[in-house]
Every structure is written in C-alpha cells, then in structure tokens.
C-alpha cells in the first residue's frame, strides 16, 4: 500500500487560503468551506473562518470530506525561494491540510497520497508534455528520492546525535545544504527538495499514464532504495554525491560523461585546473548540450525559460559587488578582493573548495551551494567556473569574470540530457541506467 506524504509549503507569520468544497476541522469535527486566514498571534493561532475568528490550539487539520472533489487554495506561496526568478503564485492541493507552529512561523502542509504527490512533482518539475519515456524516468527518480529520504529521515532519528553540515578551521569554512531540517514534515515543496506545486500546474494524462506505469517502481541499489538526485544540466559530465552533500559516496552515483561517447579534444580529469578550464570555456558535445526549443520546452516551465544560457554561461561581478555579495550572503569581510583560486575541483568541474584572498586576509570555502550563494544574489547557475580578473589601475581587481558551465549540482539524473535522450529514442531504463550505474528497477509497493 503506498504511503502518505507531509509536505511543507509555506513558512510565514501568517496566510490566507481558500477551502473549495466541505473540510472537517480536527479537535471540533465543525464543518467549513470558504475563504480562510491563520495568523500566529504571542505563539497562539488566531484561525478566522466564516467570518468569526477563534483561538485555536496548534496543529490543527483541515481534512476533505470528500478528497477527489474537494481542494483548498494558498494564497500568496513563494516559489523559487532564493532564486533568480523567485515570485509568489497562489496554488491548489488535494489531500489534507494541517497548520503548525515552527521558529516562531507557520507551516502550511499538504498531506496526501505518494502517487498523487508525484503527478504534481512530475508537472512542476518539467512540463507535462514531456516525452513518455522522460515522464516515466522522472517518476522513478523523484519516487525513489523521496522514499530515501524518509529512510535517512528514520536512521538520523534512530541514531541520535546531531547530523553536522558545517566543518570550519582555521582560514576554512566548509558547508553543505541538504533536507535534514525538515523535522515536522517529509519534504518541502520547492527546489530545495523537488518541485511541488499542487494542482497549480496542469497535469495531462501522459503524466498519470506515467506515474501509473511505474506505480511503486524504484531504483535500488544492494537492497536499498537509491538516493537519486537530480538537477537542470550537468555542463557534460555529473558530479560525485561527497563533493555536493556529505562525505560519503554512492556506487550508483558515479561521475558519468553525458553522451554515448567520449567527445573529442578534452583531458576529462576536470579536477586538473588545465582540464577544468579547457573544459568551461569549451564547448563539447553532450545530451544536454541542446538549443532544440521543442525538447527544452519539456523541461522547462515558463519561468525557467528566461534562462538560456545554462549550458556555458558567464557572469561579471565588480570589486564593490564581490564585497558587498560575501558580507552580505556568508557574512564574510576580506576588504578587497584581490584573488579567487581554485582549491579544489570535483570530476564535473565543479569547484568543491574555493580560496577568496583579500586585503584583509583569506578564507576558503565550500561546498559548491555555499560557493554559488556567496558570488550571487541567488545562486550561480553552477559551481563550475573559471575566474578572470579585469584589471584597473590600481591595486585590486575592477571587476571578476566568472564563466561556466552547467546548471545545479550535477549529481545523478541531468533532465536536459534525458530530456535530448528521451526524443532520440531512448527508453525510461536505458535513460535511468545511463545516469545511475549499477541501480536496478524494483516495484516497493
């Protein structure tokens, strides 16, 4: 039998939302349906509906009567939190909603069945036109992604102790961002985890032939469920688990070149600075190495479209917004820059520790989120860049031209690539065996 998923959807102070057709309230058993606001009032829930306001204890649940008909509506979601095209859109979800209290906010979450959850995944995540053979590929992936981290959620709690992501020394800091912050629910619903926006997006019945076809399928490794992760674009070449996330690796999660064949005229041992570099500012074929607007479009949503330039792209930052960027986004304060020296390299290219030299001392950092957050207002596209200092005269830089390659982390499944191998013919297996080595196909449920 399939489970049910948590999913955290908003944290704010307060919020607005719509109940479309009959809810029963939890603790009462009172019936409502209409427009709604919770406000978190000294660490109570001041819960307005029909008109009349009541303090309410913490969580509270509003469940369906009648869960095929009815939904309810947030107003006002942030999406693309912290990126370049973050903007707020009311959304609409099946299933259970339940508000409770976390860091002095509030948490709307969805609770629903995983299967439907993964119909909504599959339509925010790409577009829901997607070739059959990439829809039922995304499917696994994200199935199998989500049921590992309720695994590792279960072990961490099992365990004890506290999961550590930041490691500093002296002259060094260290960081990665995973999910384990979720304690109150199983996944958020933006692109911290995956995508997941309800019924906002319109699904079509190629993405629930998708999801029914491989209902309960997942890939599996030695017996356990596949941490299957996934981004935009890996630049040509995915990236190892440890240099991302945690210091530990998955045999399934290789550094895999994204083509048939290995492209001409490149040293692939991109942890060689020489290589990396030959590497970025070339341009080798590869799956996801793509303009085709009709296979891009099944993988982008509208929003993601204003990027074009995933692939190789390339950034100018002046010495004011280098220093203003690191105060502001790690809180670190060097003077001017007068360096950016690359530490240390994983196999994609992808800079897993970074020196930043200034005038008034130095500090490396990592991992690859923390490099991308700390040169961006959002994030850059990707860690894998090259730094080239425009000089001025004077003592320090004018400005750093950072040109790179790629678009997110690049570990596991590259949805452009399978995207490309999807319209040349590729199957759903042949697409999961190309990005994750050795996993195997087994139905869980």
Known sequence: MQPNIEVGIMFTPEFSFELRGLHRLSGTGETFEGSGKAQLKDGQLYLKMKDREEITDLPVEFEPLDYETASFELKDVVIGINFHWERKEDQRFKGVLRILSENEQLTAVNKLPLEDYLVS??????????????????????????????????????????????VEEEGERIKWYDREDHT?????????????????????????????????????????????????????????????????????????????????????????????????????????????????????????????????WQVTLSQAEVKRLLMKKIGLDLGDILDMTPVERGPSGRLVRLKLTGTKGEMTIGKELEIRKALSESHLYSSAFVVDKQEENSQSPAKFVLKGAGWGHGVGFCQIGAAVMGSKGYSYRDILAHYFRGAGLERRY
């Open 184 to 312: 109150n629910f199983d996944v958020c619903a933006d692109d911290h985890c995956q995508r997941y926006q309800g019924i906002t997006r319109a699904s079509t019945k190629e993405v629930e032939d998708a999801i029914a076809e491989t209902f309960g399928q997942v890939l599996v490794f030695d017996n356990e469920i596949c941490d299957a992760r996934y981004s935009k674009a890996c630049g040509g070449i995915s990236e190892l688990f440890s240099n991302v996330w945690e210091p530990i690796d998955h045999p399934y999660l290789q550094s895999v070149v994204d083509n048939n064949t290995n492209p001409e005229g490149f040293d692939l041992d991109l942890t060689k600075e020489e290589a990396a570099r030959a590497w970025i500012l070339g341009n080798p074929s590869a799956f996801c190495n793509t303009q085709d607007k009709n296979v891009l479009s099944q993988v982008l949503n509208d929003y993601d479209q204003e990027t074009a330039d995933f692939f190789r």
């Open 121 to 166: 995944v599959i339509s925010s995540e790409m577009s829901a036109t997607s070739s059959p053979q990439l829809l039922r590929a995304h499917a696994v992936i994200s199935r199998s992604w989500l049921l590992a981290q309720k695994e590792k959620e279960n072990k961490l709690k099992e365990g004890g102790g506290e999961y550590v992501t930041v």
